[in-house]
């Protein structure tokens, strides 16, 4: 009967080691599905992002594929409108100076359409993310911070600034 009881015994520890083994081993497959379940999630929401974040730089690109260009040719204008100035000053009704304003008026309707506006600056508080401050001068009719005078236009391509506005900016009345 010792020996039945000690078979018994044996065979009941077997079993309970067999359960503890299969129980360790759910539980350890458990954890691997949830920790790759986790991993799915994440790798997942990784690719959204890169997907809305490459569809974001690709419309930025198309979007401001032009600034290069646009850039090089705000100083051709600059120089043409000093031109159009003197030539404004020194004969008033030529043919030329006609010629001359379609051109300027081609060319501004040309940066309008690209999406190219002027920054507007005098009377303006001073903004140092638009205006390029060159000097200060003592007014007594304009605030303190408030541009004065613009020496060269500043441009915009839609929100992002290509070149800021060259500015004298009041520093208030002389004391």
Do not use: C
């Amino acid at each position: 009967m010792s020996n039945d009881t000690t078979d018994a015994t044996a065979d009941s520890a077997e079993a309970k080691a067999a359960e503890q083994s299969e129980e360790s081993l759910l539980t350890q497959l458990q954890s691997d599905i949830e920790r790759f379940r986790d991993h799915a999630l994440r790798t997942q929401a990784d690719f959204d992002n890169f997907r809305k974040r490459a569809s974001r730089e690709k419309e930025d690109a198309i979007k401001f594929a032009n600034a290069s260009f646009l850039e090089r040719l705000i100083p051709i204008l600059d120089n043409f409108e000093l031109g159009l100035n003197a030539a404004r000053s020194s004969a008033a009704d030529s043919p030329i100076l006609a010629g001359m304003d379609m051109v300027a008026k081609q060319l501004s309707d040309f940066l309008a359409s690209s999406g190219v506006e002027p920054v507007n600056a005098v009377g303006q508080p001073f903004d140092p993310n638009l205006h390029e401050a060159v000097a200060q001068e003592a007014s007594a009719t304009v605030p303190e911070g408030v541009v004065i005078q613009q020496l060269r236009k500043g441009f915009k391509l839609r929100d992002r600034l290509l070149r800021p506005a060259t500015v004298v900016v009041s520093k208030g009345a002389a004391k």
